[in-house]
């Protein structure tokens, strides 16, 4: 019994191999997939296009809206700075033009490259460190500080500056403003 229904499988297998063969289908199934699989790449790859063309858009629209948030800052006169605290981060989100004219040689003077980045991505670790200190304990205190620091500006002339730094809590943003004032150079 067992050996009839094996003899039979193995009939079925053969002639689905013969049909297979004579009708090509080893060649068309394949490629019949392939095409298949193929284009809902392309469907994807399609909306994955719009959506970064969206993305991109809504991003240039919410830098314009942070520029008109701050405009008061925009023809301030001394550099100012906005920091955003995500997690355990502070992402860069504002600089005014005077901020841009002295500092802008780190990030080639365009303050939309540095928008959304932390200040461990723009500079040595050590700075980056003593820069993120300062800006967790005027987080967490709301106790507004002035800090001395040493500063390099585009022609790498170490100037003295102090840089006072304050906490604006927006709905659940906790946002840092920095603002260098500068002194006589070293």
Known sequence: MKEETIAQKQKWYQRLFDVCQKYRLFTYIPILVLSISSFSLRQK?????????????????????????????????MPIFQKLKRGNRFIAQYFNPAYVQLMGHNFSYNRYAYIG?????????????????????VAFTGVPMKIAIVIKDSSDTELNVDVMKWRQIREKDTLIYGMIILEKPM
């Open 117 to 137: 980045k932390t200040d461990y991505e723009y500079y040595p670790k050590r700075m980056a460190d003593l820069y993120y200190n300062y800006d967790v304990s």
């Open 45 to 77: 790859n399609e909306v994955l296009v719009h959506r970064v063309a969206r993305l991109e858009t809504l991003n240039e629209t919410l830098v314009s809206n942070m520029i008109l948030y701050n405009r008061g800052f925009e023809s301030f006169p």
